[in-house]
């Protein structure tokens, strides 16, 4: 049984992770498993749902996550770091190619003045077909080792699936 993650995600972040606009997803926890990792995103459903047309409330592809970086809210900067190496998110952004998508106004309406994290999304699959939630089985931890369940609502952020 091979751990993955699955994150909901806003239709209008869907759409720009689909386009390619959007390489980066912000979340302000990670998981507890070493990149790389394999993601699939969920489509929430929403008002700004009508333009994927058919696709919100299901999973509409995978990545993999092979980088997470932090994220550290300076005074006015938002600093990513990984590897020793500390990018400011415009430099990141224009010189490394990594794109939060996210305005600063946005990205501090998330984060606040706490750490988040960077999840890098590389080899991006977009299904021809979305896949219904209920294909998919939830991992929980328990004292035994990860336990496998039904699931039956979208996590509120991300959670840990088996992988298909």
């Given at each position: 049984?091979s751990?993955?993650?699955?994150?909901?995600?806003?239709?209008?972040?869907c759409?720009?992770?689909?386009?390619?606009?959007?390489t980066i997803?912000?979340?302000?926890?990670?998981?507890?498993?070493?990149?790389?990792?394999?993601?699939?995103?969920?489509?929430?459903?929403?008002?700004?749902a009508?333009?994927?047309?058919?696709?919100?409330?299901?999973?509409?592809?995978?990545?993999?996550?092979?980088?997470?970086?932090?994220?550290?809210?300076?005074?006015?900067?938002?600093?990513?770091?990984?590897?020793?190496?500390?990018?400011?998110?415009?430099?990141?952004?224009?010189?490394?190619?990594?794109?939060?998508?996210?305005t600063d106004?946005?990205?501090?309406?998330y984060?606040?003045?706490?750490?988040?994290?960077?999840?890098?999304i590389?080899?991006l699959?977009?299904?021809?077909?979305?896949r219904e939630?209920s294909?998919?089985?939830?991992?929980?931890?328990?004292?035994f080792?990860?336990?496998?369940?039904?699931?039956?609502?979208?996590?509120?952020?991300?959670?840990?699936?088996?992988?298909?």
């Amino acid at each position: 049984m091979s751990k993955a993650v699955m994150l909901s995600i806003r239709p209008k972040w869907c759409e720009k992770i689909a386009s390619g606009e959007k390489t980066i997803e912000v979340r302000k926890t990670r998981p507890k498993l070493d990149t790389p990792l394999k993601c699939y995103i969920y489509c929430t459903q929403g008002d700004d749902a009508r333009r994927l047309r058919g696709s919100w409330g299901k999973v509409i592809g995978e990545f993999i996550c092979d980088r997470i970086y932090k994220i550290d809210k300076d005074s006015t900067d938002f600093l990513f770091k990984a590897g020793g190496l500390s990018v400011y998110k415009q430099a990141a952004e224009e010189k490394c190619g990594l794109c939060v998508a996210m305005t600063d106004d946005e990205l501090h309406g998330y984060l606040g003045h706490y750490q988040g994290y960077g999840w890098h999304i590389s080899d991006l699959r977009i299904y021809d077909t979305p896949r219904e939630l209920s294909e998919f089985t939830g991992l929980r931890d328990t004292r035994f080792g990860a336990a496998p369940f039904d699931i039956k609502r979208a996590p509120q952020s991300w959670c840990y699936v088996e992988a298909m």
